[in-house]
């Protein structure tokens, strides 16, 4: 009975007009909704966990530049919003974030990871999504073989070229005889491997070969077989507070060789953490150290003074990282930005290809680690002049001689 | 290819890890010889000690006065702890106190997370002054304080628990809780003293190792993990054993790392317990059976 009254004349046409007035406001919404979505991009550091000497300032970085990227008014009237995660320095908190940000928040594309070793976990969940990904860590295997890295880049120097330094510069040294110690993970490992050839080939004899793990709170053991070998030099390939072990340890015992770091060490905490048997270490890095004291004619260095200030008047030292983080950031953007001018970002499969595609021809790009040339051979596009030879001296930095 | 006094330096590194494990081990072993749970927060009252520590020194307290303030507060937090967390549970099975341990463990490492950030911290060595060298082999300072504690500590837990009333009292509580209840033991209160006393043993290898290591939030679960190999070598109830347990497992991974590879350090703790675990002996059967030790 009570069904009849309500199906009755006027209620039908009634409930027929509210039901169309309600339909045309609910579209008018979803389409003012859709006009307005933010693009994505996805941004996984290590904010905890042991790389998170890395992750913090990229993560710090990141914040920064998302005000700025605000203050740019968008893309085509969208907001440009990261989303960022935390990766926890494991392999399988970063895959569960990455895939949360591709298949949950739909992200244009991917700013991953902190570390060599959770980059190369995701990439093969990128290569099938179809995601372009900026990895901010140090493995050259993470954009190589190319043909297997379609959608991967990078913009760290990669260990090749880091090593390839090192290396230069101990043959200057008449260096022939080392010692190396790694940490037991992706970023020491693939710094083993490159070292290990490219000393190799330029007649320098590894006596003796170690590892550690990077929560290891003693790496004793290790430079005693060190302090019992003839090598004229150790190289240890790690980050801290691993890294500030092994050279706190190694002036307790008296190593007297003299001690090479990787890039892994280019922050503040390494000094701190070590005290003062940081003093003398050597180690290669990109220029953002000491940018202040590079010659002006430098194409590099009004980018390098300018973020090295904004990010220390916000956040404390200066770091290689926080570095890497900023170029991601700026590449991704630049490649969304030029991907938006021909394509639908609402057409997300087709947005993420022109995405790649703009990430492949970006030239002469200035960043922080270096000036990028990407293309298609080359997803890391940095070369030599991107790296130099620094020593640390009172606690401080300083071009190594 | 290796000399006399490398394998002096290996020694004196495993000896130096040895007592570290062997502290968490002792803390381990006075929970479980009380309450029969393995505590797997074991490792986080090591980790607040020693961050605890490191703040209160940061806040300008003297060293020492910091150092017994963080002991006695984890002590506290320690008994909070079983009061808050465990106690409502006292009639399950061990296997459900246990898994309330490590969830405690989780939440313990979150909230420090929140308050000390991940960076590491570092505190000074207890005695200023460069490395001692002995036959080559180098030792520092703070070594010779862990290697000290951690044999001062042992006697006077044995006897503790073999000599005193009160401890034996703790240890009845342990073989048959209903019959020390029968004869007057509040075992409640029992549990209560041992988590208590257990957090303190953990706190004070926390601060005694903080100069050697760089103290950070996530220390912990390592300590744990070791702690718990060399408690497992002890059998679980015996403190002699679970000392030398700690320094078995220290100069076998330090061994192991220089003699075999480095690339193994860890696998050798984990192989060792599982070989140990699989063979049985005859000290873990007996602990198994909640029967005398040591005495």
Not at chain 1, 25 to 31: D, K, M, N, S, Y
Not at chain 1, 56 to 70: G, K, N, V, W
Not at chain 2, 213 to 239: C, P
Not at chain 2, 258 to 269: E, H, P, T, V, W
Request: proline share 4%.
């Amino acid at each position: 009975m009570k069904t009849g009254r309500i199906i009755g004349h006027h209620g039908l046409r009634r409930c027929c007009a509210m039901t169309g007035l309600w339909l045309a406001l609910g579209l008018g919404i979803a389409v003012a909704a859709f006009a307005q979505q933010p693009i994505k991009l996805g941004f996984i550091p290590d904010i905890t966990g042991p790389a998170s000497s890395l992750g913090i300032p990229e993560r710090d970085t990141a914040l920064m530049l998302q005000a700025e990227i605000d203050a740019k008014g968008g893309i085509r009237g969208r907001p440009v919003k990261l989303v960022i995660y935390d990766g926890e320095s494991t392999e399988t908190k970063t895959l569960l974030a990455a895939k949360k940000a591709i298949e949950e928040e739909r992200v244009a594309a991917l700013i991953c990871c902190s570390q060599s070793g959770t980059s190369l976990a995701i990439k093969n969940a990128v290569q099938t999504a179809k995601v372009p990904m900026v990895s901010m860590a140090a493995s050259v295997k993470i954009v190589e073989p190319v043909k297997d890295s379609f959608w991967v880049f990078k913009t760290p120097q990669s260990d090749h070229l880091i090593a390839e330094v090192l290396v230069d510069y101990l043959v200057s040294k008449k260096v022939t005889r080392v010692a190396w110690m790694n940490v037991d993970n992706a970023f020491g490992d693939s710094g083993r491997l490159e070292f290990d050839w490219l000393a190799k080939r330029a007649g320098i004899a590894i006596v003796a070969n170690e590892r550690f793990g990077d929560k290891d709170v003693d790496m004793t053991t290790q430079l005693a077989k060190v302090k019992g070998s003839d090598a004229q030099a150790l190289v240890v390939w790690a980050i801290p507070p691993a890294a500030s072990v092994v050279t706190k340890n190694a002036s307790e015992l008296g190593l007297q060789i003299p001690l090479f770091h990787s890039h892994g060490v280019a922050n503040k905490r390494f000094i701190e953490l070590a005290g003062p048997g940081a003093n003398g270490v050597r180690f290669p890095a990109g220029k953002l150290l000491t940018a202040e004291s590079l010659p002006d004619s430098d194409k590099q260095k009004k980018t390098l003074v300018a973020y090295a200030k904004a990010f220390e008047a916000k956040y404390g030292p200066r770091n290689t990282f926080g570095g890497h983080g900023w170029d991601a950031v700026w590449l991704a953007y630049r490649a969304t930005e030029a991907a938006a001018a021909r394509t639908n970002p609402d057409d997300l499969a087709a947005f993420r290809v022109a995405i790649r595609d703009e990430l492949e021809k970006i030239k002469e790009f200035v960043g922080i680690s270096g000036i990028f040339n990407m293309s298609v051979r080359d997803h890391n596009g940095l070369d030599k002049r991107a790296v130099t030879m620094y020593e640390i001296v009172n606690g401080q930095w300083q071009l190594a001689k | 290819m290796v000399s006399t006094q490398q394998v002096l330096q290996f020694l004196v590194t495993g000896i130096t890890n040895g007592s570290i494990y062997a502290l968490i081990a002792l803390g381990f072993v006075v929970i479980h010889s009380v309450t029969s749970v393995i505590n797997f927060a074991q490792g986080e009252f090591a980790m607040l000690g020693a961050l605890l520590a490191v703040s209160l020194i940061a806040a300008g307290l003297p060293q020492g006065l910091a150092l017994l303030a963080a002991v006695v507060g984890v002590g506290a937090f320690a008994a909070t702890l079983y009061q808050v967390g465990l106690r409502p549970a006292r009639d399950a099975s061990p296997l459900t106190m246990i898994i309330i341990t490590i969830g405690a463990a989780l939440a313990i490492r979150g909230v420090a997370l929140v308050i000390w950030g991940t960076e590491p911290y570092q505190m000074a060595p207890f005695t200023v002054g460069s490395p001692l060298q002995v036959g080559g082999a180098v030792i520092r300072l703070q070594s010779l304080w862990v290697l000290g504690v951690t044999l001062l500590l042992q006697p006077l837990l044995h006897v503790f628990f073999t000599r005193t009333i009160l401890g034996r009292s703790l240890r009845a509580c342990a073989v048959n809780r209903l019959a020390a209840r029968l004869v007057g033991i509040r075992a409640d209160r029992m549990a209560l003293l041992a988590f208590a006393l257990s957090g303190a043993v953990g706190a004070l290898g926390g601060v005694i190792i903080a100069p050697i290591i760089f103290a950070t939030y996530d220390m912990g679960l390592t300590l744990s993990l070791k702690g718990f190999v060399a408690a497992v070598m002890g059998g679980l109830v015996n403190y002699p054993a679970a000392v030398a347990g700690g320094f078995l497992l220290g100069i076998l991974e330090s061994l192991g790392a220089g003699l075999i590879s480095s690339g193994y350090k860890d696998a050798i703790a984990f192989v060792a317990l599982f070989v140990i675990l699989l063979s049985k002996p005859r000290w873990i059967v007996r602990s198994e059976q909640g029967t005398e030790e040591g005495s």
